[in-house]
């Protein structure tokens, strides 16, 4: 058993003298999601933590407390963003197409669990709850999924955009502005695009954009069978936040709809397996 003399904050104290798994989350937002709306009826086994304690968390500060509480003898986990692979230059697991193989590579070790997809908001971007909240919003009858599945297949093309022009500035040590071109679409959208990345990364061409669109849109044509499917696939690598924001769901005029989605979510018993399946594993731990 660790010290008092090694517990130097509070929650340490705290995790050291439970029984639970304690899980890190990059963010209060993400701490709304997970522990307040999916999995708040587990809190006898887990207990779910952000790291952000008013300056600011993310990824790294999730993969240096789950090190921190470890040493100290403490069960602690975490659960950070696929865009953290970005951050940290691992690129060939970025592109990993392949659930399983993404799966086994623990690239930060056995207790730092990696999203499959971008981000949490990813996970948000399911049609059944989208088209409940948005036709709320727009005090509309709601329409046939499959319409609202191609209709999200059809903003994924300005997405897919948008989301290669963020990874390239990641590869090219550049930040690239939220919410760009938001009211954009098509080719007005591409050539933006094209044009931001040429004036602000030095030696820029058409082949590296075309590059990184054609590896997103790989992620959607192995073993594909439905429009449904086609979706889930490129929902890994399409930036959630942004498909948010363009559908005006996120921090726009009309305020913030995430948890509002996440909570039908849970009502509808439509929390990704994957998230499912770690929070099982948590707790036989």
Not at 157 to 186: N, R, V, Y
Not at 234 to 246: D, F, P, S, Y
Request: charged share 35%.
């Amino acid at each position: 058993m660790a010290s008092f003399k090694q517990l130097q904050e509070h929650d340490s104290i705290d995790n050291a003298y439970t029984n639970k798994a304690v899980v890190y989350l990059e963010s209060e937002e993400d701490l709304q999601i997970m522990k307040e709306r999916w999995f708040f009826d587990e809190g006898k086994k887990i207990e779910f933590k952000s790291v952000d304690s008013g300056e600011g968390g993310g990824c790294t500060q999730v993969i240096n407390r789950v090190k921190s509480e470890r040493d100290k003898g403490m069960s602690a986990f975490g659960i950070v963003d696929r865009d953290i692979l970005m951050k940290e230059e691992k690129w060939d697991l970025w592109w990993e197409r392949d659930d399983q193989q993404f799966k086994q590579a623990k690239p930060f070790g056995d207790y730092i669990f990696v999203l499959r997809r971008w981000e949490i908001e990813n996970y948000l971007l399911s049609p059944e709850e989208l088209e409940i909240v948005l036709s709320d919003k727009a005090f509309r009858s709601r329409q046939e999924i499959e319409v609202v599945i191609q209709k999200l297949l059809e903003e994924a093309e300005d997405l897919k955009k948008l989301s290669a022009a963020l990874i390239i500035s990641h590869q090219s040590g550049q930040s690239f502005p939220s919410g760009f071109g938001l009211k954009k679409t098509g080719d007005v959208l591409q050539e933006a695009v094209e044009t931001h990345l040429s004036t602000h990364i030095h030696d820029m061409s058409q082949q590296l954009i075309n590059e990184v669109q054609n590896k997103i849109e790989a992620f959607a044509e192995d073993n594909i069978e439905s429009t449904r499917q086609r979706w889930e696939r490129l929902n890994r690598v399409l930036e959630g936040k942004c498909a948010l924001q363009r559908l005006d769901l996120f921090k726009t005029r009309t305020g913030d709809r995430r948890g509002e989605l996440a909570r039908h979510i849970r009502i509808n018993n439509n929390i990704d397996p994957e998230l499912t399946a770690y929070v099982e594993e948590l707790k036989q731990v």
